[in-house]
């Protein structure tokens, strides 16, 4: 089975502050201490339910000490059903996640459609899309700080940041990252007007290729129960692989 923990964890490094633990790694982001993805308690190695409980009431108690509102505990196994129960009773919001992996298959393209990465020059127009697509759900305060946040890395080439282009306006987003022969493809976005249109899966195909080119020999993407892209991710020729779970608790 492929372990995406490595690159998991190398991508919320060029983000995040990382704690090595022996269960996992627990990672804080000074600059965005409200987003919950970039701040966590990360376990990769498969605990007893006590154990896991245990780890929880530490990490709580952490959070309470930061002054912090929420703790986030990811989990690349799933927890036990008794002590999921166990949680929902604490008023934890459980999130399951799933890793597409790519098959080899080749997506089908889109005339006029191209993903360009992002230059300095390109940071307006990047920040207004994610603002118009994302803006609703997330708020623009939000987005910018985020955005801003992550610019470093979308310049310096840590993480490439791409927007696509069709008949010169901007359709689509998403960011790749590369690590030790692994690619991610993540926050993949398409604009509503532009769905089911052939756009998406030419943004995907487009990526791959790119991935390829830079030596990757594993493409995957995240995806869960609220992305209605993932008949488009099918076709394309991703398969659910893994999962991995979060588990949101108030502090």
């Not at 910018?144 to 840590?158: H, I, M, P, T």
Request: proline share 4%; charged share 25%; aromatic share 12%.
């Amino acid at each position: 089975m492929q372990n995406f923990y490595p690159t998991e964890l190398a991508y919320l490094s060029t983000f995040c502050t990382c704690t090595p633990q022996p269960w996992g790694v627990r990672l804080r982001d000074s600059a965005l201490r409200d987003m919950f993805s970039h701040n966590l308690t990360y376990i990769e190695r498969p605990l007893p339910d006590e154990a896991l409980f245990s780890l929880f009431l530490q990490e709580r108690r952490l959070r309470r000490a930061e002054g912090e509102q929420y703790l986030n505990l990811t989990l690349e196994r799933a927890p036990s059903t008794r002590l999921l129960q166990r949680f929902a009773r604490m008023g934890c919001v459980r999130t399951v996640y799933d890793y597409y992996l790519y098959t080899g298959k080749t997506a089908r393209s889109v005339g006029n459609c191209a993903a360009v990465p992002m230059t300095p020059a390109m940071r307006g127009e990047a920040l207004s899309f994610d603002v118009m697509v994302n803006g609703a759900a997330f708020g623009e305060d939000f987005l910018r700080r985020r955005f801003a946040r992550r610019r470093s890395a979308y310049l310096s080439g840590e993480v490439t940041h791409f927007l696509c282009y069709h008949a010169g306006r901007v359709v689509g987003m998403c960011d790749l990252f590369l690590h030790e022969g692994v690619a991610k493809i993540e926050d993949f976005d398409v604009a509503p007007a532009y769905q089911r249109r052939g756009f998406g899966s030419a943004m995907l195909a487009q990526l791959v290729r790119r991935a390829e080119d830079r030596g990757a020999h594993t493409v995957y993407l995240i995806t869960d129960d609220a992305d209605t892209a993932q008949e488009m991710y099918k076709k394309s020729g991703f398969v659910q692989a893994a999962q991995k779970h979060e588990i949101l608790f108030p502090v």
